[in-house]
């Protein structure tokens, strides 16, 4: 599965995810502003904490799901030049979350002193100590590559979580959209009453929690959004991504393939790229 659309969209919505997963409070999360930026019009920073306070340090972040041998030399080049063009006394660390270790690049030499130095964090999803109870943010991570019989179990575990522990209600709706979201991407087979079904989301709908939340119109737009098909809400995620594999040499077929869309598709957003 294709999961780099997906993480970014887990960070816009649950920012505080990334800094439990780098061991730091979640509350940490209050003091950035996630965002999307380009730099030197050649280079796309998908996701940026933008700190609001300028004496804390701005954190980059890049998904790789796919091995590449420039990945360290791109993200380093869009650091730096996103320094330059902005405050090169700013303080920054690079988190770098590989889906498994086997993502990363074998030549690391050029790299090693920064790779050491701790300014550059390295997360390999398949690997990845969760604690007995995580947060939810760490949840849905883990929900990421969890075997089928472990997810029932990890979704069932969350959505207790969700129900019982006076999470705030907009918060909730977010938790059971990006559930839902991750589920009928990585089971593709299934539409979304079979992923439903599957993950017992059916009951959660019924309560009297989500009745709640539908009638104070928070979760108004989400059952649509979901109907209507997941990939919509997210659209322009996968065409960003398009654009960094693009601007980083990936052949448009390959990421037709990946991306499970038309090869024209994906022409024409290299050609609105260009213009």
């Known amino acids: 599965m294709e999961t780099d659309a997906f993480f970014y969209q887990l960070l816009k919505q649950m920012p505080q995810a990334l800094f ?12 950035y502003r996630f965002d999307s930026v380009e730099v030197k019009k050649a280079f796309r920073i998908d996701g940026l904490f933008l700190p609001k306070d300028r004496r804390l340090p701005l954190y980059f972040v890049e998904v790789q799901n796919q091995p590449l041998a420039k990945f360290y030399a791109n993200l380093l080049a869009k650091v730096f030049c996103y320094l330059e063009e902005n405050d090169p006394a700013q303080d920054w660390v690079a988190i770098a979350i590989f889906g498994s270790r ?19 964090i390295r ?43 006076n999470l705030d209600r ?21 539409d979304i009453e079979g992923v439903r079904t599957m993950f017992q989301l059916h009951d959660i709908r019924k309560s009297k929690f989500w009745q709640e939340a539908h009638e104070s119109g928070i979760e108004k737009g989400i059952e649509k ?51």
């Not at 086997?102 to 550059?120: D, F, M, N, T």
């Not at 907009?170 to 299934?190: C, H, P, Y």
């Not at 995620?237 to 693009?246: G, T, Y």
């Open 20 to 31: 439990e997963l780098i061991g730091l409070p979640g509350e940490r999360a209050k003091a």
């Open 102 to 120: 086997r993502c990363e690049p074998k030549h690391l030499g050029p790299y090693r002193e920064l790779l050491q130095s701790g300014r550059v």
């Open 123 to 165: 997360i390999y999803l398949d690997e990845y100590a969760m604690p007995a109870d995580p947060p939810v943010g760490l949840s849905i991570v883990q929900l990421l590559s969890a075997p089928i019989a472990d997810a029932r179990r990890q979704v069932a575990r969350l959505i207790d979580k969700v129900e019982h522990e």
């Open 170 to 190: 907009e918060f909730a709706s977010k938790v059971i959209e990006l559930v839902e979201g991750l589920m009928l991407r990585r089971f593709s087979e299934l």
């Open 225 to 275: 959004g979901i109907e209507k098909g997941i990939e919509k809400g997210i659209e322009k995620a996968h065409e960003d991504l398009i654009r960094k594999w693009l601007t980083e040499g990936m052949p448009a077929t390959q990421i037709a393939k990946l991306m499970g869309i038309p090869l024209k598709d994906v022409r024409q957003i290299a050609k609105r790229k260009q213009s």
